[in-house]
């Protein structure tokens, strides 16, 4: 990495919980490429004066995680259809003060299902309702599932989203008999999450993790949750939030870059992101 210096472009991430990830995998693809780039995580104390600093220092890229997703929208100046559509943003772009929003998380569960070939007949149960629940939900309707439940506690957002693409919803799991399995379970909370209260904590119970035939936690960090651990232990499928996060990654780093990194580059940076 080139020492820091005056003409060093910045990027940054904001997160209640920041992990290395993203950190690890820009600044590896910077390295690689020579460009006179470096990449920050920030844990902020005020959104809202984050967003201002961005756009008054000329900060180049933002990535945006959980809880922040859908505050941010009242603070950037155009919502790319990728993040209008359903209203959840995961990356800003700074173009001489003009933020522009992108949902980059909507690109990497697509390309997840298509490439575990999920059949769309699944049934399927999705835990939360927050931004990232959006893209999940959409992705989902999008390639086809219609037999998805939606779990959340709060019914203001949890059913309203249900409603947009023709799901159901309810408030909590039922029981194993009384509809509380499906074909795929996933985990959009942050049960499970390093740092968190619940980091020892299954999302799903072991029976629903045992009548499903996919096993899907957004989480990324750990790469290897209870939820993943219990699925790869019953021999599922799984999908895991440290693929999302390098799909959705890479997609940020062309935004902010106008690069696109050969595969090669990409599984480096992989790599060097899951090393840590």
């Excluded at 690689?32 to 600093?53: E, M, R, V």
């Excluded at 933002?62 to 100046?77: G, N, Q, R, T």
């Excluded at 769309?120 to 219609?146: E, I, N, Q």
């Excluded at 999302?244 to 992101?273: C, H, K, N, S």
């Amino acid at each position: 990495m080139p020492i820091l210096n005056k003409d060093m472009t910045l990027c940054i991430s904001l997160s209640a919980r920041p992990s290395n990830n993203g950190t690890r995998f820009h600044n590896h693809l910077y390295e690689q490429l020579g460009l006179n780039w470096i990449y920050k995580a920030f844990a902020p104390t005020d959104l809202a004066q984050a967003i201002a600093g961005v756009r008054g220092l000329g900060i180049r890229g933002c990535a945006v995680s959980m809880p922040y997703k859908e505050d941010v929208i009242a603070l950037v100046d155009v919502m790319d259809p990728s993040a209008k559509a359903i209203d959840s943003v995961n990356t800003i772009v700074n173009d001489g003060g003009r933020l522009t929003a992108y949902n980059t998380d909507y690109t990497a569960i697509e390309q997840l299902l298509q490439r575990n070939a999920v059949p769309a007949h699944y049934s399927v149960l999705l835990k939360g309702s927050g931004g990232m629940a959006k893209a999940t939900a959409a992705a989902l309707r999008d390639a086809g599932f219609r037999h998805v439940t939606i779990i959340a506690r709060n019914e203001s957002s949890g059913k309203p989203l249900a409603d947009l693409y023709g799901f159901k919803w309810s408030p909590e799991l039922p029981a194993a008999d009384a509809g509380g399995t499906a074909d795929m379970i996933i985990n959009v909370t942050p049960v499970g999450m390093a740092g968190g209260p619940d980091v020892n904590s299954l999302s799903f119970p072991p029976e629903a993790v045992d009548a499903a035939q996919v096993v899907f936690d957004v989480v990324a960090l750990p790469a290897e949750t209870p939820l993943i651990r219990a699925a790869r232990a019953a021999g599922k499928t799984v999908i895991t939030g440290a693929q999302v996060a390098t799909i959705q990654a890479l997609e940020q780093f062309v935004l902010y870059t106008g690069v696109r990194p050969t595969d090669e580059q990409v599984r480096a940076a992989e790599d060097f992101m899951r090393a840590q």
